[in-house]
């Protein structure tokens, strides 16, 4: 099945630093990502929506600013958590949608999350 | 505006029991449902999707879910559990021009010994 994968699966920083997460699809091109936030104990909260060579679309409620997403090539989008605070500190979710084929086969494969926790 | 509702949070059951997880959801356009499982520390995995077609969905690890329209609902069952089946288990529903996922809240099955 198609892999997704993340980079780092956990980071700690401090305060006022700025982490870069990267999200792959391994063996399929993805015109489109999405990253996701999860508390603990929550479900995921659809953060923004990548598409490679135009700009992120952001949720109502996500500072775009501070959330940085760049989605450079059909396999590589990047969120930037700049200036982190503690309040940021939550697992990261990426998919990769594979949208190659009919729309039978149009299913969002997710990577396996980034633990960021900003100290 | 798209809502997806699971009724359970939690369902304690006993192995070689037994499950449904229960889902509703609210659309005014056609959606496509899916469900997902989460183990700890990790991220979603695809059990079973409903696109069209045959309203009884059959996935991975046993599980089969049930598409009723006029119930607008997508129950998740297994007729036995394994230990191995305690996790996070999401339902989902997209459009399928937007491709955006939403999410229920998470139902949290715990099968016990």
């Known amino acids: 099945g198609a892999v997704v994968s993340q980079h780092p699966s956990w980071v700690i920083c401090k305060s006022g630093t700025s982490v870069k997460i990267e999200c792959r699809s391994l063996?399929?091109?993805?015109?489109?990502m999405f990253w996701y936030r999860q508390f603990p104990k929550q479900s995921l909260m659809l953060m923004a929506t990548?598409?490679?060579?135009?700009?992120?679309?952001?949720e109502q409620g996500v500072e775009k600013d501070k959330f940085l997403i760049n989605h450079a090539s059909l396999t590589l989008s990047t969120l930037t958590v700049t200036s982190a605070h503690p309040e940021d500190s939550s697992f990261y979710i990426c998919?990769?949608?594979?949208?190659?084929?009919?729309?039978?086969?149009?299913?969002?494969?997710f990577g396996p999350g980034t633990r960021l926790t900003v100290l | 505006a798209q809502s997806v509702t699971q009724l359970d949070s939690q369902v304690p059951v006993f192995e070689e029991a037994p499950v449904e997880l229960r889902c509703n959801y609210s659309?005014?356009?056609?959606?496509?449902l899916f469900w997902y499982v989460q183990y700890p520390n990790q991220g979603l995995q695809l059990l079973l999707k409903?696109?069209?077609?045959?309203?009884l969905v059959k996935g991975i690890n046993g599980f089969e879910a049930e598409f009723n329209k006029s119930q607008t609902s997508f129950h998740l069952r297994k007729p036995s559990v394994h230990i191995s089946d305690t996790a996070e288990y999401f339902c989902?529903?997209?459009?399928?021009?937007?491709?955006?996922?939403?999410f229920g809240q998470g139902t949290t099955l715990q099968v016990k010994p």
């Open positions: 998919s990769a949608r594979d949208s190659g084929g009919p729309p039978s086969t149009d299913t969002q494969y």
């Open positions: 063996d399929f091109q993805a015109t489109t």
């Open positions: 990548s598409n490679e060579g135009s700009k992120a679309t952001y």
């Open positions: 659309s005014s356009v056609s959606v496509y």
């Open positions: 409903y696109l069209s077609g045959s309203t």
């Open positions: 989902a529903v997209s459009s399928w021009n937007t491709g955006k996922l939403i």
